[in-house]
């Protein structure tokens, strides 16, 4: 690489990084704050869209790719520098729809002899294949997800929506804003107005067992007379919850660091609990652009069992009468309508609520409500609230 800083030389540097150890949420705006802060707000953007989205189109890069390549040095076999600069002039070429001249000259441009050559001459073949039209061999490599993805969301959501899902979250994620500067997706803002729905006129006790950063915790908080217990397992992610609550002027957060499934917190002590678990995030992939390649089907069985431990536990914490609110920003079967059916079997005693969530959401989802990233350019979640009885 060149000793100048260029918006894509950094994303390369971002790609190795990513590839190598981290995550890009991490990696991108860490580079970003280093050598990055020498470039234009404009380059620093740039980077951003060029390292995430090579990072969710990778698959469909490195087909690309892979068909003029020799079978002797596979893209796997490159030194990482060139993978990535390889699939950084891929993306380009194919998804961002640069000139080829631009996309190819100024990617070789940042390679290190003698690779430069070699990236030359595959990224000339990746843009005649574009300019001619690509055969994609399957939908998985065209969307550039994992085949168990696709396979699972189209069992779970049906083809039709699956696929719309898929595409949608390969489109960068939109900022929200909230009114005290919070920026949180408009999904999750939907779901913590819905938890406070009804206003908390004489003061109520809520708590967010899964709290961390503490968007809708802070949410919650912000401007009502509640006492919101926002309590996190992971002691870093609940010293960010700490941090988020003390910038916007929330005194009446009360951050704890506990495992929800044995939460510190007495039966029947509260008025509201918002169970937003740990999930496989299917329904927010465009905001995570290396998730698709971590996330693992073993994992949707082992966060569904803890999602049930998790409103197991925080059931009994609910006064008569109290409401629970389970969410999660996936899609998947297991973690959505599965789990309200195990609710529905496990606490019978547990009455559904219909949420006021807005006309994107659709009810009736099992007992609960989805909202589909295609509808409305958010995030994908799912929904229940159920209220505890009355006069136990
Ligand atoms: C979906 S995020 C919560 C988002 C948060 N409610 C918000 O609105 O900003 C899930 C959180 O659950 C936490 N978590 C995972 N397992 C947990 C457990 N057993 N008990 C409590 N928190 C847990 C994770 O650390 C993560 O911060």
């Known amino acids: 690489m060149t000793g100048r800083v260029s918006a894509r030389g950094l994303a390369i540097r971002a790609l190795v990084e990513i590839e190598r150890s981290g995550r890009a949420n991490i990696v ?71 000139p080829p001249h631009a996309a190819v000259s100024e990617t070789v441009a940042v390679v290190r002899r003698p690779a430069a ?75 913590a107005a819905a938890v406070a729905a009804g206003g908390f006129a004489g003061g109520e006790v809520i708590a967010d067992v899964c709290a961390a950063p503490g968007g809708k915790a802070t949410y919650l908080a912000s401007g009502r007379p509640a006492v919101v217990v926002a309590a996190d397992i992971d002691p870093d992610r609940a010293r960010v919850i700490v941090e988020n609550s003390t910038r916007l ?81 996936t899609l998947t079967r297991a973690e959505t309508v599965g789990l309200d059916e195990w609710m529905a079997g496990a606490h019978p005693s547990a009455c559904p609520v219909a949420l006021d969530l807005g006309p994107a959401w659709e009810q009736g989802v099992g007992r609960g409500a989805r909202l589909l990233p295609q509808v409305a350019g958010t995030d994908g979640m799912f929904v229940i609230a159920v209220r505890a009885p009355a006069g136990r």
């Not at 740039?46 to 003029?68: K, N, P, S």
């Not at 189209?154 to 804003?177: C, F, H, I, K, Y």
């Open 249 to 329: 002027g929330l005194s009446n957060v009360a951050t704890i660091v506990a495992d929800g499934v044995a939460p510190p917190l007495r039966p029947g002590c509260l008025d509201r609990v918002l169970v937003d678990a740990p999930c496989s995030g299917l329904g927010v992939l465009r905001r995570r652009p290396d998730a698709r390649w971590r996330i693992q089907p073993s994992d949707v069985d082992r966060l569904a069992s803890l999602q049930r431990r998790l409103v197991d536990a925080a059931l009994p914490l609910l006064s008569p009468g109290g409401l629970l609110v389970y969410c999660v920003c």
């Open 117 to 191: 050559g070699l990236v030359n001459a595959v990224l000339r073949r990746v843009a005649d294949d574009v300019a001619a039209g690509v055969d994609w061999p399957d939908v998985a490599t065209r969307l550039s997800y994992p085949d168990w993805i696709v396979d699972r969301l189209s069992t779970d959501l049906g083809a039709d929506d699956a696929l719309a899902a898929l595409e949608q979250m390969n489109q960068p994620a939109r900022m929200t804003v909230r009114a005290d500067g919070y920026v949180q997706d408009e999904a999750s803002q939907q779901v």
């Open 28 to 98: 991108v705006p860490k580079l970003l704050d280093g050598d990055g802060a020498l470039l234009s707000q404009r380059d620093r953007a740039f980077v951003t869209e060029l390292a995430y989205g090579t990072v969710r189109m990778q698959r469909a890069c490195d087909w690309l790719i892979g068909g003029h390549l020799s079978a002797r040095r596979p893209l796997t076999e490159l030194d990482r520098p060139v993978r990535a600069a390889l699939r950084l002039g891929a993306y380009q070429l194919a998804f961002l729809h640069t």
